[in-house]
C-alpha cells in the first residue's frame, strides 16, 4: 500500500498519541514523516508520552538518509525541552536548522533563543582564551536573532544583545538601521556601564562608541564623547573637544561649561588636572600703556596703571578659559556648593542640644558620637556654633577623643581651599619661632588631618605643609594626622614624593603611625598602584608583627584596586588566601574596590562563598558588607541577594548583611531596603543594631518627612534613654548626623549621574566603614556626601536671579519642622478651694432660679438670652471658618540656588517662556546639580544672587568659628593722651 502524503490531522484533539507512535515503526518514509509532521503539533500536550519513543526520533535524525532529519531532529527538541534537559534541547535545536523559527513567540523557542544567546557569549568570552571555534550554528541562530529584532524594531534590544554578545559590528549596525541614531548611541552608551563585565571590552566598546558619534550623520553629542574619553584616560583627546568648543560662538561655549561641570562630577581630579594642562593659556589682554613724561604726573600715571592692570588681570579672570579652569579645578564647584550649604542651612541646634543633655559626660564613646554629629549635621556649612557655644562640654575630650573633635573642624569646614589652614592655624604644628603654648599632639595631628578633609581631592596647595610637617614631627600621633591628610590632600594622584615619605613613616614600625601609614598609601594610590608598590605593600604586612599595621597596609592595599576588576585579580587571589585573617579581610575589600558598580558575577560568587566558608567572623562581616559596592550600581538587586545573609546566626554576617544595604541603596529609600533592615533595629546583638540603625539612616537620608518621621522618633529615643546600651546609642547619635547630614541639604551619592562610581566618595565609603575598628575614620563618611542642589549659572558663571518650578505639594519635601524646647512648667489644671458657706449659698440661688423658670416669669429673658446665643455661635463659626488654613498649592516656585532632592527632580521643571533655560537640550529634565543657562533675552540686564558667605581671613560667614577667633588680630589700642603738667594743687 502506498502513501501518497501525509495523513492530515482531524480537527477532533488526540487522546492518546500512541497512534502518531506507532506510525514511527514503520518502513515506509511517507508514514513516518507524517508522524514526525503531527506529533510536532501536538508535542506539548502529548510529550509524556512521545518521550518514551525518545530514542527513536533520534534514531531517525541520525540516519543520514532520511529525508527529514531536520524534523525528527525539533521534535526531539521541543521533548528534552519539556523534560528539562537544556542542553541537549538547545542542541537538537541546533540540528534542526531553518525549521527552528526564532520569529515564533512560543515559550519553547523564546527559552531556545535565551539558552543559545547564553551559550553564545559563554563561547565569545571563552574564545579570548582558547582558539577552538564557535558552532557555526549557533552564530547562524545568533544572526537570525539579530535580524528579528532589526525587523521588529527593536533597536534597544540589539543594542543590548550586541553589547552581551561582544559583537561590535552588529552593534554598529543597530545604531545604523535605527530611526533615531543619537537614541541608541546615548542607549548605548549608557547599557555599556551595567552590560558588560569586562573593563578591556568596556574599553574597546566606548572606543566604537567615540568613533560612531563622531562619524554619526547627526549632530555630534560632545557630552557623551567626553564622557566615553574619560573613562578611556584620554585627557588629550578631552582638552581638544573642550578647546574647540571654549573657543567657538557663545552656545558652544555654555556647552564646554556644562561639560565640564558633568566631568568634575565623577572626583576623577588627577584627569581633569591633566585636562586642563592640555588647554592652551587664558587669552592675555593688551598690557596697560604707562606714561613717563613729567616728574609731577608719576603718581596720576601709576594709580591710571594700577587700574588699568587691575582691570585687565579682571577681564583675564573672566575670559572663558579661565572660567573654564575654574571648573575643571574644582574652584568654582566647590565655591557654588560652599555658598548653597551655608545659605540653606537648616541644621536644628536645639537638637542637638538635646542629645548633648542626654549623653553623660563620663562616657567617651557617646561624647565623641556626639561630636561626629555636630560635624556631620554642619557638614560644608562652614557654621561651628555648636562648638563655640559649648566650649567647656568640648574641652572634657582628651587624648584620641581630642584628635577626632579636631579633625570635625575639617568636615564643617570642608571645602575652604583658600583658608582652610587659616582656620586651622591655633591647631597645627608650629615652627621653632613661634610663640605661645604649643598644643596637644592629638590636637596637632587631628588638626592635620582635618586639613585633609577640607583639601580632599583638592589638596596641591597644602600638600607641601602637610609633607613639611610629616617630615618634622617624629610624635607618631602628629604622624598618623599627617598620614590621613596627605592620602586625602594626594587622592589618587600617586604621587612619587608622597609616596616615599609615607612607606618612610611605615617603615619605622610605629603601630599608630604605621596605621595611618598603610591607609594613606592607599588613598594615594586610590585605582593607579602599580604592581611593584602592591608588592612592596604587601610584603611589609608579612614582616611586621603590629596588626595595626597590617590592617591599615591590608585597607591600604584593596583602595589600591579601586576600578582596575580583572586586572587587580592577581592582588586579590593572592590576599584572599592568606593565611592571616586580617589580610584575607582586606582581599575581601580589595573584590569591593575592584569591582565597584559591577555588579559582575564573579566577584558576587566569590564573596559569597567567603561570607559562608570563612572561619573569621571579620573576614565574613567584611565579604557580606563588599556585596554592597558590587552592587551599587543596580541597588534593587542587593536586598533579594544579601535577604538570607541578614537572618544568619551569626551577628557579623548580619551586621554585614545591614550595612551592604545601607552602601548600596543609600539615599534611594527603597521600601525593600527599610523592611530587610527593620528586624535588625531591634536585633538582640547591639553592634547588629549599630549597623543597622546607621545602613537605615543613609537609605532614608533626604527622603520625604512624612517616611522619616518614625525614624527619627525611634533614634531619639535610644539617644534619651538612659537604660540604652552605649554601642546602639552610639549608631543612634550617628545615625542623626547622618540624616540630617549638610544641613539637610545632601545625600549619599557612590555614582555620578553618567552611572559610573564617583571615586572620592567610594574610596571615603570603604574607608569609613573601617570605623569599627577604628574611630577617627568615621569622618570619611562626610566625603561621600553630594549637596541636592539646582545651580543655574549662565554665561559669566555666576547665578541669574530665575527659578524652576516643582510641579508637587511643598509639603512633600519640605524641611523637618524644628525641634520644640520642652517645657517644664505643670500645666495641670489648678484646684481652687470652695467653703462650704459659699457652696451653700450657689445652691440655695440655683433652687430659686429653677422655681421661678417653673412659674414662666423669666421667659422673656430666656428668648433674648437664647438668642443671644445664636448669634455667639455663629460669630464663633466664622472665626472657625477664618482661622482655617487655606488649602495647599499644588507646586512651588524654586530660587536658583535651589534644594532639589532626588526624589522631587522628577517634578521640577522649566517653566515655558522662561528667560533662561538650559543651553544644553538634554539637560531641560535634569534641574539637579550644575545647570548652564542660555538668556533668551540678552540685551536685557541680568540681577545675579548676591553672595551670603563674607570671606574674611579667618572667618566665613556669620558665625564665625572657633579657629577664626583665636587667629584674628587684637583691636587697635586707643591714642595716648596729649602731653600736660601734674599740679597736686588741682586735686
Not at 549635621?377 to 584620641?400: I, Q
Not at 516656585?893 to 526624589?903: D, H, K, Q
Request: with cysteine; proline share 5%; hydrophobic share 40%.
Amino acid at each position: 500500500m502506498s502513501v501518497a502524503g501525509p495523513v492530515p490531522m482531524s480537527g477532533v484533539p488526540l487522546g492518546s498519541a500512541a497512534g502518531l507512535l506507532s506510525m514511527l515503526e514503520e518502513e515506509q518514509t511517507q508514514l513516518q514523516v507524517a508522524a514526525l509532521t503531527n506529533l510536532n503539533k501536538v508535542i506539548d500536550t502529548h510529550w509524556a508520552e512521545v518521550a518514551s519513543s525518545i530514542s527513536v526520533i533520534e534514531a531517525m535524525y541520525e540516519d543520514e538518509f532520511f529525508a527529514q532529519r531536520e524534523l525528527a531532529a525539533l521534535l526531539a527538541s521541543k521533548v528534552f525541552y519539556h523534560l528539562g534537559e537544556l542542553d541537549d534541547a538547545l542542541n537538537y535545536a541546533l540540528c534542526a536548522g531553518s525549521l527552528f523559527d526564532v520569529n515564533e513567540t512560543t515559550d519553547f523557542v523564546q527559552t531556545m533563543l535565551t539558552k543559545a544567546i547564553d551559550e553564545y557569549i559563554e563561547r565569545r568570552n571563552a574564545s579570548e582564551e582558547s582558539t577552538d571555534p564557535i558552532d557555526p550554528r549557533l552564530i547562524d541562530v545568533v544572526e537570525r536573532m539579530f535580524e528579528r529584532c532589526f525587523a521588529d524594531s527593536q533597536f534597544r534590544q540589539a543594542v543590548g544583545v550586541a553589547l552581551e554578545t561582544r559583537r561590535l559590528d552588529k552593534l554598529e549596525e543597530a545604531v545604523i538601521r535605527s530611526p533615531d541614531p543619537a537614541e541608541s548611541l546615548a542607549y548605548a552608551t549608557k547599557a555599556c556601564q551595567t552590560l558588560v563585565t569586562s573593563r578591556a571590552f568596556r574599553a574597546e566598546t566606548l572606543r566604537a562608541l567615540v568613533k560612531m558619534y563622531e562619524t554619526s550623520s547627526t549632530e555630534i553629542d560632545h557630552l557623551n564623547v567626553c564622557q566615553c574619553l574619560m573613562f578611556l584616560d584620554d585627557a588629550e583627546g578631552v582638552a581638544a573637544i573642550l578647546k574647540s568648543l571654549v573657543d567657538g560662538e557663545e552656545d558652544a561655549r555654555l556647552l564646554a561649561y556644562q561639560i565640564a561641570f558633568s566631568l568634575h562630577e565623577n572626583e576623577i581630579q588627577a584627569f581633569l588636572d591633566r585636562v586642563a594642562d592640555n588647554l592652551p593659556p587664558a587669552e592675555k589682554t593688551t598690557e596697560p600703556e604707562t606714561k613717563t613724561e613729567g616728574a609731577g604726573d608719576a603718581a596720576a600715571d601709576a594709580t591710571e596703571t594700577k587700574t588699568e592692570g587691575e582691570k585687565s588681570e579682571s577681564e583675564l579672570s573672566a575670559s572663558p578659559r579661565a572660567l573654564l579652569r575654574s571648573v575643571l579645578s574644582g574652584e568654582l564647584p566647590v565655591s557654588l556648593h560652599l555658598e548653597f550649604l551655608f545659605s540653606h542651612n537648616k541644621s536644628d541646634l536645639l537638637l542637638l542640644k538635646r542629645i548633648r543633655t542626654a549623653v553623660e559626660s563620663r562616657n567617651s564613646v557617646c561624647h565623641s558620637a556626639t561630636v561626629l554629629c555636630n560635624a556631620l549635621m554642619h557638614a560644608g556649612t562652614t557654621v561651628d556654633t555648636f562648638l563655640r557655644e559649648n566650649l567647656d562640654w568640648l574641652s572634657r575630650a582628651t587624648n584620641w577623643a581630642r584628635f577626632s573633635a579636631t579633625a570635625g573642624m575639617g568636615v564643617i569646614h570642608h571645602g575652604q581651599l583658600a583658608e582652610g589652614r587659616t582656620l586651622m592655624g591655633p591647631f597645627l604644628p608650629r615652627e621653632g619661632g613661634a610663640g605661645g603654648m604649643r598644643p596637644s599632639p592629638y590636637t596637632e595631628g587631628g588638626a592635620l588631618y582635618a586639613l585633609g578633609l577640607i583639601h580632599a581631592n583638592h589638596g596641591e596647595s597644602i600638600l607641601p605643609f602637610l609633607l613639611e610637617s610629616g617630615r618634622s614631627s617624629g610624635n607618631e600621633v602628629i604622624q598618623h594626622g599627617a598620614c590621613l591628610g596627605m592620602g586625602l590632600a594626594a587622592l589618587g594622584t600617586a604621587n612619587e614624593e608622597v609616596y616615599t615619605d609615607m612607606f618612610r613613616i611605615l617603615r619605622t614600625d610605629g603601630a599608630v603611625a604605621g596605621e595611618g601609614a598603610g591607609i594613606g598609601l592607599g588613598l594615594l594610590l586610590a585605582g593607579r598602584g602599580s604592581e611593584s608598590k602592591q608588592r612592596e605593600i604587601l610584603n611589609y604586612c608579612h614582616k611586621t608583627q603590629h596588626e595595626k599595621i597590617i590592617r591599615g597596609c591590608s585597607v591600604g592595599l584593596a583602595l589600591t584596586a579601586y576600578g582596575k576588576e580583572e586586572s587587580a585579580e592577581p592582588l586579590v587571589e593572592q590576599m584572599v588566601r592568606d593565611s592571616d585573617p586580617i589580610i584575607r579581610y582586606g582581599g575581601c575589600l580589595a573584590v569591593a574596590a575592584a569591582y565597584v558598580a559591577t555588579g559582575n558575577n564573579a566577584a558576587v560568587r566569590r564573596l559569597l562563598h567567603v561570607a559562608v566558608s570563612d572561619v573569621s567572623d571579620d573576614v565574613r562581616r567584611a565579604a557580606v558588607m563588599s556585596l554592597g559596592f558590587v552592587l551599587c550600581s543596580t541597588p534593587a538587586q542587593c536586598p533579594r541577594v544579601v535577604g538570607l545573609l541578614a537572618e544568619s546566626y551569626n551577628p557579623h554576617v548580619r551586621y554585614g548583611a545591614a550595612m551592604a544595604v545601607g552602601i548600596c541603596c543609600a539615599g534611594t529609600g527603597m521600601k525593600e531596603a527599610v523592611a530587610l533592615l527593620e528586624p535588625m533595629l531591634t536585633d538582640a546583638t547591639d553592634f547588629v543594631q549599630q549597623g543597622a540603625l546607621i545602613a537605615t539612616a543613609m537609605v532614608m537620608i533626604e527622603q520625604s518627612e512624612t517616611n522619616l518621621a518614625p525614624f527619627r522618633k525611634r533614634l531619639l529615643g535610644h539617644i534619651t534613654d538612659d537604660r540604652e546600651v552605649t554601642m546602639t546609642k552610639m549608631g543612634a547619635i550617628m545615625a542623626q548626623g547622618i540624616v540630617d547630614a549638610g544641613g539637610r541639604n545632601v545625600t549619599i551619592g557612590l555614582r555620578a549621574r553618567s552611572g559610573f562610581p564617583r571615586m572620592t566618595a567610594v574610596v571615603s565609603m570603604l574607608t569609613f566603614t573601617q570605623y569599627w575598628y577604628w574611630y577617627p575614620l568615621s569622618y570619611f563618611v562626610s566625603l561621600t556626601f553630594v549637596p541636592t542642589a539646582f545651580i543655574g549659572l549662565d554665561a559669566t558663571l555666576k547665578m541669574p536671579h530665575c527659578s524652576v518650578t516643582s510641579h508637587c505639594k511643598p509639603s512633600l519635601f519640605a524641611y523637618p519642622a524644628p525641634a520644640v524646647a520642652e517645657d517644664k512648667k505643670d500645666k495641670g489644671k489648678v484646684v481652687k478651694a470652695v467653703l462650704s458657706t459659699t457652696a451653700k449659698a450657689k445652691a440655695k440661688a440655683a433652687r430659686r432660679d429653677a422655681e421661678k423658670r417653673a412659674a414662666g416669669e423669666d421667659v422673656a429673658m430666656e428668648t433674648e438670652e437664647g438668642t443671644d446665643t445664636k448669634k455667639e455661635e455663629e460669630r464663633g463659626e466664622e472665626k472657625k471658618a477664618e482661622s482655617a488654613p487655606a488649602p495647599e498649592p499644588s507646586k512651588e516656585e524654586l530660587e536658583n540656588p535651589a534644594r532639589v532632592t532626588p526624589a522631587q527632580e522628577r517634578f521640577v521643571r522649566f517653566d515655558e517662556g522662561s528667560r533662561f533655560a538650559p543651553a544644553v537640550a538634554g539637560m531641560a529634565s535634569k534641574t539637579r546639580g550644575f545647570v548652564v543657562l542660555r538668556d533668551t533675552t540678552p540685551g536685557e540686564e541680568v540681577e545675579y544672587v548676591a553672595s551670603t558667605r563674607t570671606i574674611v581671613p579667618g572667618v566665613t560667614g556669620p558665625a564665625g568659628g572657633a579657629a577664626a577667633a583665636a587667629a584674628a588680630p587684637a583691636p587697635e589700642e586707643p591714642a595716648a593722651p596729649e602731653a600736660f603738667e601734674f599740679d597736686p594743687n588741682d586735686v
